[in-house]
């Protein structure tokens, strides 16, 4: 399988927390995601548009920070033309965009002069519950 997000030739990276310990590196993160990435997982203003060929819309800020529980790091986002954040992440010296194909051959700056922050960001329950989903699914692929 090819891989086409941002970064993905940074793929090597392994988590630093043990709960997620069963994750070989971001490509298997990605196969995982792929599975679990659903229409309700997406932001609710994108849903009409979620499909199965497009799994990565709407579900960038849930997995930023889902991913920097797996890796730690820092999230991002990249100021949209709708004022929205599309969120991204970087650990260490890597940054990448797991969620990156939803803009198809769009190419985004990935500048890291917007820092994100999970209580910013998950003042809004909806969100927070989508998250707290993600990271469920996510868990049970352990066993």
Request: negative net charge.
């Amino acid at each position: 399988m090819g891989y086409k997000y941002y970064g993905n030739e940074n793929y090597k990276l392994k988590p630093i927390n043990k709960d997620f310990g069963f994750i070989k590196d971001l490509h298997h993160l990605y196969d995982l995601m792929s599975d679990i990435w659903c229409e309700y997982s997406c932001a609710p203003r994108m849903r009409k548009d979620w499909s199965k060929d497009n799994k990565t819309l709407g579900q960038c800020s849930i997995t930023s920070f889902l991913i920097q529980d797996i890796y730690g790091g820092e999230v991002y986002g990249v100021l949209l033309p709708d004022g929205a954040y599309h969120c991204y992440n970087k650990v260490g010296d890597i940054v990448f965009d797991l969620t990156s194909e939803q803009f198809g051959d769009e190419k985004l700056t990935y500048d890291l002069s917007n820092p994100q922050y999970r209580e910013e960001h998950f003042k809004s329950e909806e969100k927070y519950q989508r998250y707290l989903y993600l990271k469920e699914q996510l868990l049970k692929k352990a066993k």
